[in-house]
């Protein structure tokens, strides 16, 4: 307003000696212009001092943030949430611009990922005999969590009627997060666990919706293991793709299976008739998993062995981890571009498209799988597919076979 007010009264004052004194223009000009300097000087330093303050505000939310961004759950975590959430909130754009910390970012409170109130968190008691807990990694997109978590466990629960549906996620950072931002509590696998106990379930069935007998895998077995005479029974079901095998060359029914469904909906969504279509338009599909260091990365060169064997040349299996080492993209890249197809197709080898499928595979920035594809400058377009895999009725269904087989 200052500036403002200094700006008109300079031009009232230019206007009044053009009329009358043409000779001085130059000189009330230079006037005018340094007028107009000290006040955008006065301006500036206040601007400074109030940088000062929103990014001390900022800075707060940030700490915040960085609190719960923790994988263990502590009595104050609840609190915590709210209190980094009621932070958030009472920023100015600005200031919101401005949160950053170790984990911290803008994106954890302010970007959209979906209506969380379409989720179910299944975190309800009165479960009744018999419970099947169905247990995820988690992600914090709201999208996803409703079209792929959602759809499976809806999926569980249609096929078996006489058990609770119920949820727990391993990564308590994602609980935390859908907390905070969108007050959904999800309940981590000892909530779930005690939840199932409490309830006087009997018979407990537990359906991983993780990809492969790893890391998470072997963590949820721990868990509920410590459980184990809590109950009358208890089953853990297998993950998606079955049992992992000695080498890269083993395969299963179920990786056929999956192999087979992702494939289609992924030429569907490309609108192609046919995988053979894709291919004589010079177009090859890019699954793009997490990778592991566990013993179970095998998995991953077990998948592109049966796509081999299933005949889908134009199929090829990545990670962002680059493990295996021959999964790694700058590797994908090469075998792509020495197959001889010029338009490239990315999709998630991942039950959840999160963080990994919309900025690891589909980011604008430069280290993204789309990025790099782009920048290789070997490919006349490189398309982006961002969907989980839990979404695919046929890939529900697999997972509705191992709950069967669990059971029986």
């Not at 939310?61 to 961004?69: C, R, S």
């Not at 260091?293 to 090829?316: D, I, P, R």
């Not at 993209?329 to 959840?352: D, F, H, Q, S, T």
Request: charged share 30%.
């Amino acid at each position: 307003m200052k500036k403002m007010t200094t700006f008109v009264c300079v031009a009232a004052i230019t206007a009044s000696l053009l009329a009358g004194c043409g000779s001085k223009t130059a000189e009330t000009t230079a006037a005018s212009t340094e007028a107009a300097a000290a006040t955008e000087s006065a301006s500036t330093e206040a601007a400074v001092e109030g940088t000062d303050a929103d990014k001390e505000a900022a800075k707060k939310v940030a700490d915040l943030i960085d609190a719960i961004y923790v994988q263990e759950r502590n009595d104050n975590t609840d609190e915590q949430c709210k209190e980094a959430k009621a932070a958030w909130d009472a920023l100015t754009d600005a200031q919101k611009e401005l949160v950053e910390g170790e984990n911290a970012d803008p994106d954890y409170f302010g970007r959209d990922t979906g209506d969380a109130s379409k989720d179910d968190p299944r975190n309800q008691d009165d479960i009744g005999e018999n419970e099947l807990l169905v247990v995820s990694f988690g992600t914090s997109f709201n999208d996803s969590r409703v079209k792929d978590i959602k759809g499976i466990e809806d999926a569980l629960q249609e096929a078996n009627p006489d058990w609770s549906v119920r949820r727990a996620f391993t990564a308590q950072i994602i609980i935390n997060h859908v907390e905070a931002r969108d007050g959904e509590c999800i309940d981590n696998m000892d909530q779930a666990l005690e939840r199932a106990v409490a309830n006087n379930v009997k018979n407990l069935v537990v359906q991983p919706t993780h990809l492969m007998h790893g890391a998470e895998y072997d963590e949820l077995t721990a868990a509920v293991e410590k459980y184990q005479d809590k109950f009358e029974s208890v089953k853990i079901a297998e993950p998606l793709l079955g049992e992992v095998g000695d080498d890269a060359s083993v395969v299963n029914d179920d990786k056929k299976a999956v192999a087979e469904a992702i494939t289609a909906e992924a030429v569907k969504t490309a609108n192609y008739d046919s995988l053979e279509a894709a291919k004589e338009d010079g177009t090859a599909f890019v699954f793009m998993g997490h990778g592991t260091s566990h013993t179970a990365k095998v998995s991953y060169s077990q998948m592109q062995a049966q796509m081999q064997e299933l005949g889908y040349e134009n199929v090829f299996i990545g990670t962002v981890e680059g493990e295996p080492e021959d999964t790694a993209c700058e590797a994908v890249i090469e075998a792509v571009k020495n197959a001889g197809y010029k338009k490239v197709v990315l999709r998630p080898l991942m039950v959840v498209a999160g963080d990994h499928a919309n900025n690891d595979m589909a980011g604008d920035d430069d280290d993204s799988w789309k990025s790099q594809f782009v920048a290789s400058g070997n490919f006349d377009s490189v398309d982006c597919q961002i969907a989980g895999l839990g979404e695919i009725p046929a890939i529900q269904d697999i997972y509705v076979a191992h709950t069967a087989a669990a059971i029986k």
